[in-house]
């Protein structure tokens, strides 16, 4: 009779993986930040290493950890940091910042908003905003397109599990400032379908270096330079969307672009364009 828990070689199912990972994420997180608290050097070096910083490292540690149990190297989970990661980390940050300015051109030309200089915003700040989206996006995609979502696609196929983790990536997101009435909709939907393009991205290059350069490219531009909300984080850029009384559907007000018809059908078409370019690079084994 076969085991609900392990595979015919005897290894844990990979179900069981992700969930052990996610719920050892968690606990490391917990830990990351207790020790950022208790420790007080760690507190003066929070002013210059944001908080998802430790998210990363906590996700890092317990994504070596898994894999070293297996036997695998921390390179076979997308992070083989060699040139071709670059080019794609690189393609991924003008990818992002390609689909932003898109979405931002339509709402623009859908008369909800103009832009005004932000006197206040000068260069430093757009380097910390970058400093903080990397961290963000480094965190995130290790999370979501790293090791669960590879152990989930090997046990229940790829569709499913790109699925799951796109409804998972906009459930993070469910708290979070201006997630009310039809804005809540609009959001979910964006961000889940942000999670299937994030998704596709790795499936095109089985490495991480797409997605989370798309995911920097996409923060940053939102927000800092454009000066959009962040999935509702208000966001001083360099630039400061005036909005105009037109309904919030067409800029997503004060949650950002995300919340958005442009972002739904930019984000449809890009997953269109990624579904249907057929996927390479190294299996996922």
């Known amino acids: 009779m076969a085991s609900p828990f392990f595979g015919p070689d005897g290894s844990l199912r990979n179900g069981w993986k992700a969930l052990l990972f996610v719920l050892g994420a968690a606990v490391c997180n917990g830990a990351a930040f ?3 608290l208790a420790l007080p050097w760690l507190g003066a070096a929070a002013l210059w290493i944001p ?4 998210t990363f490292g906590a996700i890092l540690f317990l994504t070596w950890l898994f894999l070293h149990e297996e036997g695998r190297p ?14 794609q980390f690189l393609a991924g940050v003008l990818a992002g910042c ?3 300015a898109l979405m931002a051109l339509a709402a623009y030309l859908g008369g909800g908003y103009h832009l005004a200089r932000n006197a206040s915003a000068g260069a430093g700040a757009l380097g910390a905003a970058l400093w903080l989206h990397l961290a963000v996006a480094f965190s995130e995609e290790l999370l979501f397109r790293g090791y669960v979502f590879q152990r989930l696609e090997r046990g229940m196929g790829t569709w499913p599990a790109l699925v799951l983790l796109a409804l998972l990536f906009a459930g993070i997101h469910w708290g979070n400032p201006g997630m009310a009435g039809p804005t809540r909709a609009w959001a979910s939907l964006n961000i889940a379908v942000a999670g299937i393009l994030l998704g596709l991205c790795y499936l095109r290059t089985r490495s991480l270096a797409l997605p989370i ?4 490219g ?10 959009f909300g962040v999935s509702g984080i208000p966001s001083g850029g360099w630039w400061l969307p005036v909005f105009h009384h ?4 067409i ?5 950002g672009l995300e919340a958005s018809l442009p972002c739904a059908l930019v984000g449809a078409l890009g997953c269109l364009v990624l579904a249907l370019v057929r996927p390479h690079g190294l299996p996922n084994e």
């Not at 350069?213 to 920097?216: M, T, Y």
């Not at 940053?220 to 454009?226: D, E, K, M, P, V």
């Not at 037109?246 to 559907?249: D, I, N």
């Open 98 to 100: 390609g689909l932003i």
């Open 34 to 36: 207790s020790l950022r």
């Open 213 to 216: 350069g798309l995911h920097l």
């Open 246 to 249: 037109r309904p919030a559907w």
């Open 218 to 227: 996409w923060n940053w531009t939102q927000g800092a330079l454009l000066g």
């Open 74 to 87: 921390l390179a076979s989970v997308g992070l083989g940091l060699d040139r071709r990661w670059g080019r």
């Open 51 to 54: 908080a998802p910083w430790f």
């Open 251 to 255: 800029t997503g007000g004060s949650f």
